[in-house]
């Protein structure tokens, strides 16, 4: 099956810098890479995702890019807000869902 | 839409009790999905249904824990006999069919407390 690897497990930040958080698959047929953020208690919401056909997507201050070939995916948050302090997942789908094993992030204000 | 309804919020049993978890799946969705989540670990994948259907268990103990998902109402997630390992957040996804590629919607979970 497919295997998610996430790095770091732990980043912290100053306010307003980036934050960039990196995952790699293993099963080349994976065709869609969403990214989660959990908040402490909550439930994982979808905050940005991409297709195996794209290259890099774009939202606001969040954007991910993907290298097919490698078989990586990154997250890059900017400007980074004490908000946006939470645990962020990773994942591949390939007939179902394989997550990462999440990233906890500190915005420092 | 009221989105993906799981019960109870929080759940407390004394080991060797029965804990049962229920996912409403979003309207108009007819797969669910069911994750568990360690204290401060990531999502893992337990079991994949359609309606009457298993579709893939993999994920799944082999003993004391079984899902359902019934033509009418909602998931279940049994787990028998409780220990304290099964101590978790347990959520519930669901999508459309066919949209299988789509990121799914989280319930708010089942916090699991095995006392």
């Known amino acids: 099956g497919e295997n998610v690897e996430q790095h770091p497990s732990t980043l912290s930040v100053q306010e307003g810098d980036s934050a960039v958080i990196k995952c790699t698959y293993s099963d080349s047929a994976s065709n869609y890479f969403p990214w989660y953020k959990q908040e402490l208690g909550k439930r994982p919401q979808l905050i940005i995702d991409i297709r195996s056909n794209v290259g890099e997507k774009k939202d606001q201050r969040i954007a991910v890019t993907l290298n097919k070939t490698a078989k990586h995916f990154s997250l890059h948050i900017t400007e980074t807000q004490p908000e946006d302090s939470a645990v962020y997942f990773c994942?591949?789908?390939?007939?179902?869902?394989?997550f990462g094993t999440g990233t906890s992030l500190t915005v420092i204000p | 839409n009221a989105g993906v309804m799981q019960n109870p919020r929080h759940l407390v049993r004394r080991r060797g009790q029965e804990a049962r978890l229920r996912c409403s799946p979003m309207k108009g969705h007819s797969h669910v999905y069911w994750y568990r989540q360690l204290p401060e670990e990531g999502l893992k994948f337990m079991v994949y249904?359609?309606?009457?259907?298993?579709?893939?268990e993999s994920g799944m103990p082999k003993e004391r824990f079984s899902a359902e998902f019934p033509k009418e109402g909602p998931s279940i997630l049994r787990i028998q006999q409780v220990v304290r390992g099964d101590s978790a957040a347990y959520f519930c996804a669901s999508s459309p069919p066919g949209g299988l590629n789509y990121g799914y919607t989280f319930g708010s979970g089942t916090r699991l407390t095995v006392v």
């Open positions: 249904l359609q309606k009457e259907n298993i579709i893939d």
């Open positions: 994942a591949a789908f390939r007939n179902q869902f394989y």
